[in-house]
């Protein structure tokens, strides 16, 4: 049985230093106690931890009992007696040693998994943090853009309040220059009417005259 025990505690002792360090064989350590502690696993080492208490508290009862009942006259054990206290004395320590390692590897197992929880809460706040700040920044850049926006219109708009109000300077001086070109062509009208009538009163006295002009001449002959 000692030996057997001394062949699990360094089983235990080697698991323990493979979960210690970040190695390969960790991932691999850690998925099998994973699985050691679903299903009826943990019944199971409940069942050879007890076990090992109830043989552990025999080994020490013997040693007590060995210690009382064979003490000689002088008060020494015998040989055989002092053998066999020594065996029971190692196989009680190797069966504590047996079970603190346990424990030990049940809370290294349990310190691991909440590690790896706490990094992947961490790693998802700081993705969150990120996506937060990357929106925050896109939000400020969109802004600054609809700012620019903003300006860029407000002088189109002046640009073209500027433009339009020019060309109604534009349009109001030439509906004055048509007024203008259109009085004068009134003007140049009624000065044609008049030309035209002082000509046909021209025209109209000279051939009155020459009608006069040509009685006379026949009287004359």
Not at 4 to 25: H, Q, R, Y
Not at 38 to 46: I, N, W, Y
Not at 169 to 192: P, T, W
């Amino acid at each position: 049985m000692i030996q057997l025990l001394f062949i699990v505690i360094i089983s235990e002792m080697a698991l323990i230093l493979a979960c210690l360090f970040k190695t390969p064989s960790r991932k691999l350590v850690i998925m099998g106690l994973d699985q050691i502690k679903r299903g009826r696993g943990p019944v199971v080492v409940k069942t050879v931890a007890g076990t090992v208490c109830m043989v552990l508290m025999t080994s020490l009862y013997g040693v007590v009992k060995i210690k009382k009942s064979g003490i000689d006259a002088v008060g020494i054990l015998s040989p055989t007696d002092q053998i066999l206290m020594f065996k029971h004395l190692l196989e009680a320590t190797l069966m504590g040693f047996f079970l603190f390692l346990v424990l030990m590897m049940d809370r290294i197992h349990h310190y691991i998994r909440e590690l790896r929880v706490r990094r992947k809460t961490m790693e998802a706040i700081k993705k969150q943090t990120r996506i937060s700040e990357d929106g925050k920044a896109g939000g400020l850049d969109e802004i600054k853009a609809l700012e620019n926006e903003m300006s860029a219109s407000r002088l189109r708009l002046k640009q073209l309040e500027s433009d339009i109000e020019t060309k109604t300077k534009e349009a109001h001086a030439a509906e004055a220059n048509v007024d203008a070109l259109r009085k004068q062509s009134e003007g140049f009208l009624l000065e044609y009417d008049r030309l035209l009538e002082e000509n046909q009163n021209l025209k109209n006295q000279f051939q009155s005259d020459r009608r006069v002009s040509h009685s006379g001449s026949k009287k004359d002959s």
